[in-house]
């Protein structure tokens, strides 16, 4: 899920009527928002306070910047800072006018922004509190003022994600009092992208986030977003959104190449975290060298805990796969020696390392290459082994299971499915996410012409727990059983 909170921030604003107004100098901080330049934006909205100081928007504003660079960077002392004047603002909002739309419309969105701050520095409690009081702030004001544009981004964003929420978890919903509908939520974001207002184009971005992940309809949300960006060459959020989609979808090559037009020091704000994902490519593309160069800049500026334990672990990797291993054991302790972050991605590396600190390199190499999609490399490290050879019982089960995945890729249906077979039964029941996965992949290939098969395949995903990346697969089979009703 962190992929929808990056692109829900990066977009997000609001206008208002009366005193609180989209005024020319918003218009202007808004914009450099979309360009990631987040002290002009601050700069702009100063001056703005004092030229409109009852317009409610500085505040909003104010706080976007200050969430954005928060998420981004994870300085645990600015969120700090940040929770006082949280209050301040949000009191001040509540002063307003009950008649006015836009009163519950800013608080509904400050108050959900409050919640994945806090949900980022580990404070689940108060980030669902937070949450159920922005998402309250927008449902009363949906009913008050139905016409009104602005609330129904994202409102309708937060009925089509909960509503994907699997059965499991449903209890947490009705406990909490979130009442979802799918097709209102589609209705609603619909209507948001149509309304001729700012939020629009926030919208329009996570309807195509959407699509790629639930909807299976990448090309058509790729082309999107790529003509998008060729209107809005500057919008640096809009290019990295793009960058992220593309790695998402293991286009490695396309989206390094607009990581090269996204540079340091160029007067937006560059997070250390961009240095993370461009060494993640970097390293599957086989640039071991490029890899960890990008990392060391990231461990070295990012003041967060979430992906140090990744980052030490593509170090790992990056020297463990040229034959350098000087530096493996400091790698190795780093990763297991380092905090916590609650990443889904740092507790796998971290297993990893835990279970097997010298893996097969021809399985590393393939898995990577993979990721990247660079899929006739990846083959060609996977011809090199027979399963009957590889001794631990995670990289024998892996081994069947990337030849499938491979097989697949190659539109190789029937050989691919009967792999995916093969690895569940080397797998048995252990808490691999490999299995799982396998039955989601089966499942999706079944979808059209065996639907009773692939609802089978979706409901033994259920037969396992407490492995790698649960969430995800469990989104994606509730996904899956939506379009099998």
Known sequence: MKIFICVFFFFSTAAAQGKTEFSPRIVQAYLYLFKLKLDSTQIVIRRNEQAEPDNEMNSLIYNYVEVIRIL????????????????????????????????????????????????????????????????????????????????????????????????????????????????????????????????????????????????????????????????HPDFVAAKWSLIMALKHENRVDEALQLCDQIKPNSGFYYSPYFYFINAQMQIYKGNYEKCKAEMQHFLTYYKGKMLRQSGFYFLFLADYLVGRYDKLSVYKDSVLNTPESGSEQDRVARLIMLENDKPTIEIVKARLYFDGGYYNQSLEEINKLQSNVVVNHRESVELLYRKARLLEKMKDKANALNYYKLAIEKQKLKSYYFAPFCYLQMAKILLTENPAQSKNYIKRIDDYDDYEYQAAIAYEAKALLKKLR
């Open 72 to 231: 981004l960077s994870e300085e645990y002392q600015v969120y700090l800072q940040w929770q006082n004047r949280f209050t301040v603002r949000t009191n001040g909002i509540k002063l307003m006018p009950d008649d006015s739309p836009f009163k519950q419309y800013i608080l509904g969105e400050m108050y959900i922004q409050s919640s994945m701050l806090k949900f980022k520095f580990s404070d689940q409690m108060g980030a669902l509190v937070d949450f159920k009081r922005g998402y309250g702030y927008l449902s009363a004001n949906e009913k008050k003022f139905p016409s009104f544009a602005y609330h129904k981004k994202t409102l309708g964003f937060v009925h089509i994600i909960l509503s994907y929420v699997p059965n499991k978890y449903k209890w947490f919903l009705h406990t909490f009092g979130f009442n979802t509908d799918f097709d209102k939520g589609v209705l609603q974001l619909k209507a948001a992208q149509e309304a001729q207002v700012a939020t629009k184009h926030e919208a329009f971005f996570l309807q195509q986030w959407i699509s790629i992940i639930f909807d299976s309809k990448t090309e058509e949300s790729l082309k999107s977003m790529t003509d998008f960006l060729a209107l």
